[in-house]
């Protein structure tokens, strides 16, 4: 079943949130002096920061009980799930996004904060990771996200997407088999891998070209770190 929900006051303006809800959970100076650095390294604006650590502090709060990610520090956080998203922020403007199996919104949220102009829909099966989505959604005023409570493989929207991404789904062949079909024609799926992926590469299906792979450095992330620019051919 898919259960797809609009979030609400969609004409509100993208990145307010509810300061009153947020504050159930602290978030350090440290993390806020992290983000703000990492955001000025990839040539983001500072002004990203609040609804950003808004939605870090979310997550946090929601994790100690519902353990929607390994990742426990809030400073290890912001390296690992907000710069590394944002990382590829830069290779992406305006259209429809599907984000595939995106966990608690990653990295749909932090590029429909930082994207105003993209819509982005949360695909993602996990019942409360869904939940943590919508109420992330909805106390963020994101009116450019919505939550898709299903498999990608289930998801009946055929070629409606520009683009599609998925940070941590599989290969590329195997996020071509589950959600291809909601890419139109000419659309380009956006991976993020670690090392250059050649086999992965040599193994795209018919109908599907590598345009470009982009080394991307993660400001405080060690490792490399690639997006990879798969095209459906028209």
Same mark, same amino acid.
């Given at each position: ?24 959970t602290?978030l350090?100076?440290?993390?806020r ?14 002004a ?11 997550? =946090?709060?929601?994790?100690? $009980? ?11 956080? !912001?390296?690992? +799930? %907000? /710069? ?6 830069p ?7 599907a ?58 929207e055929?070629? =409606?997407?520009?683009?599609? $991404? ?11 088999? !589950?959600?291809? +079909? %909601? /890419? ?51």
């Amino acid at each position: 079943m898919v259960c797809c929900e609009t979030p609400r006051g969609r004409g509100e303006r993208v990145g307010t949130c509810n300061n009153a809800a947020m504050n159930d959970t602290t978030l350090s100076s440290e993390v806020r002096t992290d983000l703000e650095r990492g955001l000025q390294q990839l040539g983001l604006n500072a002004a990203f920061a609040p609804p950003l650590l808004a939605y870090l502090a979310l997550l =946090a709060r929601w994790n100690r $009980t519902y353990n929607l990610t390994a990742v426990r520090d809030p400073r290890e956080m !912001v390296v690992r +799930h %907000l /710069l590394d998203s944002l990382a590829m922020q830069p290779h992406i403007a305006s259209g429809t996004l599907a984000d595939l199996g995106t966990g608690p919104g990653l990295p749909g949220i932090p590029l429909a904060i930082t994207r105003p102009s993209l819509q982005v829909t949360l695909v993602e099966s996990n019942g409360k990771k869904a939940r943590f989505m919508r109420e992330a959604v909805r106390q963020l005023g994101l009116g450019n996200a919505r939550v898709a409570e299903s498999r990608a493989e289930a998801l009946a929207e055929p070629e =409606a997407y520009d683009h599609l $991404t998925a940070r941590a789904l599989d290969t590329l062949e195997g996020i071509i088999e !589950v959600g291809g +079909h %909601l /890419l139109r024609p000419g659309g380009a799926l956006l991976a993020m891998k670690g090392v250059h992926p050649h086999e992965e590469i040599a193994k795209l299906p018919a109908g599907w070209a590598a345009e470009q792979v982009i080394p991307l450095q993660v400001p405080g992330l060690e490792g490399e770190r690639h997006l990879v620019v798969v095209r459906k051919r028209a």
